[in-house]
């Protein structure tokens, strides 16, 4: 299994970026997904969810509104778009796979700095 993100770098407050994560070696539209981010000296913590039938989605109060989870089945990858970007959205972002054990990309950082 491999879970592949990427989209990260520098983002500027109000600005936008948006994150992908490529999946592998699984039944990608048969499992739910989401996206965890880890700020800098803090846990990590969910950040949103999209289940695997019916496109579902769940979101952290401190995102919602401004970001989106999406999946493209096809494309065995799932998205993030975020937008109104915030200082404190800076930490590494990590997309995980409910799928046997768990399985986790190795993270993609990303900076919101003026």
């Known amino acids: 299994v491999q879970l592949v993100e990427s989209g990260g770098g520098l983002g500027h407050p109000g600005g936008s970026l948006r994150l992908s994560c490529a999946s592998s070696?699984?039944?990608?539209?048969?499992?739910?997904m989401r996206w965890y981010r880890q700020p800098p000296g803090k846990a990590r913590e969910l950040v949103a969810a999209?289940?695997?039938?019916?496109?579902?989605?769940i979101y952290a109060d401190s995102v919602k509104g401004r970001f989106t989870i999406s999946r493209d089945n096809a494309k065995n990858t799932v998205y993030l778009e975020m937008n109104s970007l915030k200082p404190e959205d800076t930490a590494v972002y990590y997309c995980y796979a409910l799928a046997g054990p768990g399985y986790w990309g190795q993270g993609t950082q990303v900076t919101v700095s003026s």
């Open positions: 070696g699984f039944t990608f539209s048969s499992y739910d």
């Open positions: 999209i289940s695997s039938v019916r496109n579902v989605r």
